[in-house]
């Protein structure tokens, strides 16, 4: 997957700029808050419809304006997409997508037209953090390669969110409502049996790519790297006949706490070194293997799944790593179309061929210079997207 063209308008310190990036590596560097992280956020704006940071939608309009704007045109497998997103601060419609200009009904629908994978400091938290950072990794990367997971997280999200509701409008009640929580617990099954065969299918791919690749970069065969996936619903072999059973065992547990204390959305991804969980006894170096592991193997499994490699985005991960790992990341991305973001330029001797671009943010507005004008960028034209 190549993006062709990338357009920013009124996005966070941009107010416009367009840019055709190289099909190699676009290395962005420049001070701390001069706009590098931003230009990766608008690119995952386009993949996901959603920032890759916990901020919400409206700190993306850039201060003063009346609408935010960021668009990609991306080539894959010889067809030609282009993806829009326009949000609104203060407007009940206030995100609109437009895929090739036509404005599009559901989140899914962009699924996978754009696919990415980011690389950040962050990602140490895949190891130290709780379960909910691993869930969002993959959900993130299946919701990718596969819309009908993204439908069945929302549909399950939706009715989670009803029966919380319900538990919590039933507490204190001498005869709750059973047969009202039945409902929405089978109405439930079903994209929960998606989530969770759908987790172990992918986990299974992804442990085999993360513990060949934590075995490449360790250069130690001894130490075993695995991934697993933890779920309440794999006794019987059928995760909606277990699903509806856990949920009617634990209702009077659910009704006192007033939430649901099982399901998908309490699973985990196990992460373990010679079968020894990793958050508790593993070295600061170990970690720090173990979650680039686990972005190469998703970058892997992505390109594997769909065919296509995804697009990368390192967002400050040079200056992080070590020397060793740095080259073994660099040896691994090569043929990946790559955005990277770094505050000193020599953080990254690549020998692929690349655009280096300087951010400098004047007077609050962020300015992109391409340094190395031997790639000279063919004029790029900024075109307004019709969102009307
Ligand atoms: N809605 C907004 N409107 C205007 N400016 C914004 C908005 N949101 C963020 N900014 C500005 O964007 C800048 C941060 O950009 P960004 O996070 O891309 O920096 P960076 O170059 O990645 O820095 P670092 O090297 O520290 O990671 C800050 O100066 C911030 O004030
Ligand atoms: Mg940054």
Do not use: W
């Not at 308008?9 to 808050?33: D, I, K, Q």
């Amino acid at each position: 997957m190549i993006i062709e063209k990338l357009t920013l308008r009124n996005f966070r310190n941009y107010e416009e700029t367009v840019l055709t990036p190289h099909e190699g590596v676009n290395l962005f560097f420049g001070a701390n808050g001069s706009g590098k992280t931003n230009l990766l956020e608008a690119i995952h704006y386009c993949a996901l419809g959603k920032s890759h940071r916990i901020t919400g939608d409206q700190s993306a309009v850039r201060i003063g304006e009346s609408f935010a704007a960021c668009g990609v045109d991306v080539r894959s497998g010889g067809v030609k997409r282009e993806i829009s997103v326009r949000l609104v601060p203060n407007e009940a419609a206030k995100k609109v997508i437009l895929l090739d200009q036509k404005q599009i009904k559901r989140f899914s629908d962009m699924m996978g037209c754009l696919q990415c994978v980011i690389f950040s400091p962050e990602d140490l938290g895949l190891i130290r953090e709780g379960p909910s950072v691993r869930r969002r990794y993959l959900d993130m990367m299946i919701s990718q390669v596969n819309r009908g997971y993204f439908i069945a997280l929302q549909q399950y999200r939706s009715g989670l969110e009803q029966r919380n509701a319900l538990l919590k409008n039933m507490r204190g009640n001498q005869r709750p409502n059973f047969g009202l929580l039945e409902v929405f617990e089978q109405a439930m099954a079903g994209p929960a049996e998606v989530i969770v065969q759908e987790r172990i299918r992918v986990v299974e791919l992804l442990s085999r790519l993360a513990a060949e690749t934590y075995r490449g970069i360790s250069g130690r065969e001894e130490e075993e790297f695995q991934a697993g996936y933890h779920s309440a619903f794999r006794e019987s072999g059928n995760v909606q006949e277990d699903f509806v059973r856990v949920m009617r065992e634990n209702r009077e547990e659910d009704l006192r706490l007033g939430i649901t204390s099982a399901g998908p959305h309490r699973d985990d991804l196990n992460l373990s070194l010679n079968r020894k969980n990793m958050k508790v006894y593993a070295s600061q170096g170990q970690i720090r293997t173990a979650a680039l592991s686990l972005k190469l193997a998703q970058m892997k499994a992505l390109r594997q799944m769909s065919g296509e490699p995804p697009v990368l985005l390192l967002d400050d991960v040079m200056s992080e790593l070590d020397k060793e790992r740095r080259m073994r990341l660099v040896s691994e991305i090569s043929d990946y179309q790559t955005f990277i973001t770094c505050t000193d330029e020599t953080d990254l001797e690549l020998e692929s061929d690349k655009r280096i671009y300087h951010v400098s943010s004047i007077n609050g507005k962020a300015q992109l210079e391409l340094t190395n004008p031997g790639l000279e960028e063919e004029k790029p034209i900024l075109k307004e997207p019709d969102f009307s």
